[in-house]
């Protein structure tokens, strides 16, 4: 694939004995059954070959950009599972949303279909800056695309496994009709930001999958795309008991999320309110 032959190179973020954290480019799998795959982990192993174990604690989808943190002993694997538990695991996620209704509707399957052009270019009306909440909404699998997820619908037997899930959102700025969020999964289910973003009318830009704007045209006829889900892991911090101590670390909003926000009359520094802590730039 064509977009795959271009991808960047992992950026190392942290390493020492019990942590590499990488910052994980676009279309790079963070795993993947394919032995001849180029992978993160792949990657990552190659990096720390003298390590105890090189295990990823999460994974991004292969169009999402940012944090992911492998440990690399034993007893940094059990603490980071503890930390979980303990509910002491945060990850932030920067994320650029169409908004096209309110931010808490009923739950609905998902339409999976593909966006027309015509599509593509709406906008509608939604939530001001400063609104947030959680989506609760459990997720299933699609009902006509095993490759896809959807949340659960009341009165409806979904596809299963049926899984719990809870996103925290916060919408940080609003502009041209389009949000910066703010994104914090307390859990960890297949595609759940995206899902979740989409059933409240909040799509990711550039996620055709799950009905997010490919592009967005402004007022003067400026055309605005997106190739990838337009969500960034911008932060995590693991809290860990005893001697492992706490893990903090950021990553900068790449460059194809800032300009599309730049051109569409966003604020630069609504990035690191987005993220939370000092600011940073590529």
Known sequence: MSREQDVEEPRVLAHDA??????KPA????????ASEPTLARWARRYASGAEIVHPTSRLDVGVTGICVFALTREANEAQLAARAAGTYSRTYVALAGMTTTANPPPRPIDA???SPQRGERQGEGPTSGASGAWEQSIAVHPRDPRLRAVVEPGRKPRPPVMEARTEWRIVEVTSGVALLALRP?????????????AA???LLGDAAYGGLRRVTLADGTVIGLRRPALHCARV??????????????????ADLRDPWRALGGRDDAWDDARGGQPLRA
């Open 18 to 23: 019990r942590w590499l954290v990488l910052d």
């Open 27 to 34: 279309w790079l799998a963070t795993t993947s059954p394919d």
């Open 113 to 115: 279909r593909p966006l």
């Open 186 to 198: 307390r859990t960890g289910r297949t595609h759940q930001l995206r899902v979740h973003a989409a």
């Open 201 to 203: 009318g909040m799509a």
């Open 237 to 254: 911090r693991i809290d860990c008991a005893g001697d492992i101590g706490t893990l903090d670390v950021a990553a900068a909003v790449p």
